[in-house]
């Protein structure tokens, strides 16, 4: 009798270069023929705003069906291949692997909503190893098992994205990626249903990331064909080694998920919090806008950052009054500045109106009078006629933004950011069926590079 086996791996990777995602291809590279794939590979994004995460906070998790003795087998080849490939002798690089067999218990699912936006600590997790059906293995100090357990409890059953992931010979790990950049703009214009492959606002390719990772390209998009077109399109100018199409939480505000008032905040959450702008947006050194909000709870800074561009510019058009809904991670106080919102994304719910006074005009000669003096009304400094009652003029000052969402631009988005592009998509519900996944898988897995 067949039975599941949900597989997932974290903190395999370190700045000096390896992946998650690759390890993880190689994995189903070695596996494929022994069992069959319930669902794509899956790369779930957890809470971005984890300290000791340099980078994307990215897990794996691999959902298969054999029988027992098959899948005995790909245990090993799973811990054989994390214990080969991940860099061990890096002090950061903490692997975690999580097996769960048949049924993801519910207590596994509603921790993987937590990871998605709360810290969450080693030991809590390893109290999972007390389910029947839940084993853990730590590497090092065992952190990854947080990001493991957080992935393969998440069977993407809301929004969800895929990604076509290319990965470079070894040998070209460290160098600059070679590829024929018209290609990237022929297939982001002809693949309507992929997203952010190129930021036009400021010129910037996004399918290639910059490391010494082993990806060589990444494109994001809503279905698995239109992602593989998209590949098709692009033509790179070096041999690539493997290829991969994985089912993602990217680009779906999953770790936006909980509102907070200001007091309850800690630090590295992702939170949402609606409040008054209290104190007005200025820039700092480094050109960062700050500003503040309260609630009745509390009062917190907010801060937009050098890097998200014009999003700044945006956001220093708010006024002290205005009731907006801040989605950002919550930086902790430091030596030179208090706790603060990092904000990622902002809602403007309600805008004050902005008003500026000026002086009424003379009856007789229709010039602008002068103040009188405090309280003492106004005077024409043609015909020095005095006006005792006269009130200086209220302005309605025109506001420069509106009530609406703004965002980064993409080059400033994260992985867990919800492009504009995407604003009324939602892939929940859709159908991922198993012979479509051997289908496509299998054309990924025999992929050689014939240049
Ligand atoms: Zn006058």
Redesign the pocket.
Known sequence: MKKELHIAFDDTDSLKGSCTTHLATLIVHEIFDQVDFIDFPNLIRLNPNIPHKTRGNGAVAIRIEGDNSDLAVVREVVIKTVKKMARLEDENTNPGIAFVSNAIPKEVKHFSKRAMWDVISIPEAEEFNSLTNVDLIKLGNGRGIIGALGAIGNPLEDDFTYEHLSYRLPENFGTKRMIDRESILVADEGTPLTFSNVDYEYNSVMITPRGADPVFSGIRGETPEEVMKAWSLVKPLEEIAMLMVYRTNQHTNQHFIKDFVIEQLKPHQSAIVQGVVSKAPHYIEGSHLIFSIKDDTGVIDCAAYEPTKRFRGELSNLVIGDTITVFGGIRPKGENHPMTINVERLKVDFLVKTVSYENPF?D??N?RLKSAGKNKGFK?Q??S?VYRDKKQIEKEIPRNISLKEYLPPIIAHRHLTKPIERKNQNNKNKQIRNSEVKRIMKLLLDFRNES
């Open positions: 003379c007789n000669c010039a024409c043609k015909c006629t």
